[in-house]
């Protein structure tokens, strides 16, 4: 329905300010076929101060946009012309223009009934980095995106068509195609991130933090806060967090180098827990870090390794941590010195 109402106020604005002169919502539920007669005939009154050439090409207009493709009929609520009828004042003659640009928007609406109730399900696509690797990939829209390990993207095939919405689990860096016509909106468990084209790193693996921070451009993030809807904008060098243990949302500022670091095989630890570090470790070398020490896990360090090995991370951090280990077969077992 916002599709319909979009395009409604934008062919009359493009005329002349007549969408000022009616409530928003009222044409909403017109273009919907929502309204009741008194809703009705409020519509009627606003019509009846436009001429007959803007009703003509009001309706012409939108039947040109729909059938040349530049709305799409399948997801547009088309005004049917028994609708427009009742809407016009009845002392009016429809005239030949309306009667054929009404009878070419029943059809579009027939078409895109039986679309909705007999056409395909939207195709899902999902692009997947595995345990132990990263990958790139380029989307439809030419947007590039890097999937660190053990993360997955997900689309439809009508990706593009009049938005870019894509769900993430797990971490990537996005550089995305501009286009303000089309916003990139990406929806993790915690937040939802909209641009327009811009670059930015999002966190977001199940049951760990949630993070958001920008490279370049800005970013907006929307989120949930109790009963409220809140949104935050973040400029290059900002970060947002959802800290999943507590259910709050802080921001940060940090340095570029972090939170990019391992699409260049770099491992860098910022005041981390060693929970999350056996986390990212496991995915990264595809291994299952098995440690009951409590005291071990919530041991913080900072700490970074470039192109390291497993055993070469592990022989640092067991100094650090104050902890022991052994490799057996593709499972760590950590236990605390004695």
């Not at 919907?32 to 005939?41: F, Q, V």
């Not at 729909?66 to 088309?78: C, I, N």
């Not at 896990?297 to 192109?307: K, L, N, P, Q």
């Amino acid at each position: 329905m916002r599709g319909g109402w979009l395009l409604f106020v934008r062919l009359i604005c493009n005329k002349g300010d007549y969408s000022m002169k009616i409530d928003r919502s009222l044409l909403e539920k017109f273009y919907a076929n929502e309204c009741t007669e008194e809703e009705y005939a409020q519509v009627r009154t606003w019509m009846n101060e436009v001429s007959e050439d803007e009703r003509d090409w009001v309706l012409s207009e939108l039947a040109r946009r729909v059938s040349s493709g530049e709305v799409k009929s399948k997801t547009s609520v088309l005004l049917p012309f028994s609708i427009i009828k009742k809407a016009l004042p009845e002392n009016k003659v429809i005239s030949w223009p309306q009667t054929m640009a009404a009878a070419a928007l029943w059809l579009l609406f027939v078409a895109g009934f039986l679309y909705r109730f007999y056409g395909q399900e939207p195709v899902t696509h999902t692009l997947i980095s595995k345990r132990g690797a990263v990958e790139s990939f380029v989307l439809p829209d030419s947007t590039r995106i890097w999937l660190n390990a053990g993360s997955s993207l997900s689309y439809t095939d009508q990706f593009g068509d009049y938005s870019r919405h894509v769900t993430l689990e797990g971490e990537a860096f996005f550089d995305v195609t501009h286009n303000p016509n089309k916003p990139f909106v990406i929806a993790t468990s915690a937040f939802e991130t909209k641009v327009v084209g811009t670059s930015f790193n999002i966190s977001a693996y199940p049951g760990e933090n949630t993070s958001v921070t920008v490279a370049s451009g800005k970013v907006k993030v929307q989120y949930e806060s109790g009963e409220h809807h809140e949104h935050k904008y973040l400029t290059p060098g900002q970060s947002i967090v959802h800290y999943a243990d507590v259910d709050e949302v802080a921001l940060h500022t940090v340095e570029k180098e972090v939170y990019a670091a391992w699409r260049s095989d770099k491992l860098i630890f910022d005041q981390q827990s060693l929970r999350a570090v056996f986390s990212t470790l496991e995915r990264r070398f595809d291994k299952v870090i098995v440690c009951e020490d409590s005291d071990v896990r919530e041991t913080t360090i900072r700490s970074s390794y470039e192109a390291a090995s497993l055993p070469a991370i592990l022989e640092d951090l067991k100094f650090i941590a104050s902890f022991d280990y052994q490799l057996v077969g593709d499972t760590v077992l950590i236990t605390p010195n004695p």
